[in-house]
């Protein structure tokens, strides 16, 4: 299975871009890479995924590095209901059993 | 189109009892899978069910079982509760053909 790697947390201020970064250097070639975000007493929310080139939707832009060990999903403009946990999962090969790591929880500062 | 929904969402049982949880995927999706949620062990993976088979299994045991139906909804049973299981279960759905899967609230269980 493949491992992921995020810092347990970060802090923003309201309306500054957020960068979250999540390193996943043993994953598949051909696996997808999702972000979820959860916030408290809710189900995990599916916010964007890719495999190889960046990828933007109306709730974030996502990052993937050349080499596909590490990508970035970026919060253009954070607001306070940006604040929950992220968590960066790589694909499943086939499996589709997502392996949640610890993620990153994200503060935003009014 | 309506998302995943779960029932019930809040659950009170005690030790030595058993427990259904339903899900109900979206729309179209034909895939099911259970997580299990603890503030000591993160969002862990149960079981995935497509077409009325289980596909894929967990790591956990024998006690927490499952089943899809022709509509796809699917249930979950844990017998014999213990204080542990107290958790989060969520329930996620996908269409057949892609890996991203969608989650529902989640049925808060406490087991006393």
């Known amino acids: 299975d493949a491992k992921t790697t995020q810092p347990n947390s970060m802090e923003s201020n309201e309306e500054e871009p957020v960068h979250l970064p999540c390193n996943h250097s043993t994953i598949s070639g051909t696996d997808y890479i999702h972000w979820y975000r959860q916030l408290p007493s809710q189900g995990p929310e599916y916010v964007i995924h890719?495999?190889?080139s960046n990828v933007n939707n109306r709730m974030a832009s996502l990052a993937i590095a050349e080499d596909r060990k590490s990508s970035t999903l970026i919060l253009h403009r954070a607001t306070l209901r940006d604040a929950a946990v992220y968590y960066c999962i790589p694909g499943t090969s086939g499996t589709y059993k997502y392996i949640f790591g610890t993620g990153t929880r994200l503060k935003v500062l009014a | 189109k309506a998302g995943v929904t779960q029932t019930p969402r809040y659950l009170i049982k005690t030790r030595g009892q058993q427990v259904t949880l339903s899900c109900s995927p979206i729309?179209?999706?034909?895939?099911v899978s259970w997580y299990q949620q603890t503030p000591g062990q993160g969002l862990q993976f149960l079981f995935e069910?497509?077409?009325?088979?289980?596909?894929n299994k967990g790591n956990f045991p024998g006690r927490f079982s499952g089943r899809q139906f022709s509509n796809s909804r699917s249930e979950m049973n844990v017998s014999t509760l213990e204080l542990g299981d107290s958790a989060l279960y969520l329930c996620?759905?996908?269409?057949?053909?892609?890996?991203?899967?969608?989650f529902g609230p989640g049925t808060r269980l406490t087991v006393l």
């Open positions: 890719g495999l190889t």
């Open positions: 996620a759905s996908r269409m057949g053909s892609t890996d991203t899967q969608y």
């Open positions: 729309s179209g999706h034909r895939s």
């Open positions: 069910y497509f077409s009325e088979t289980q596909r």
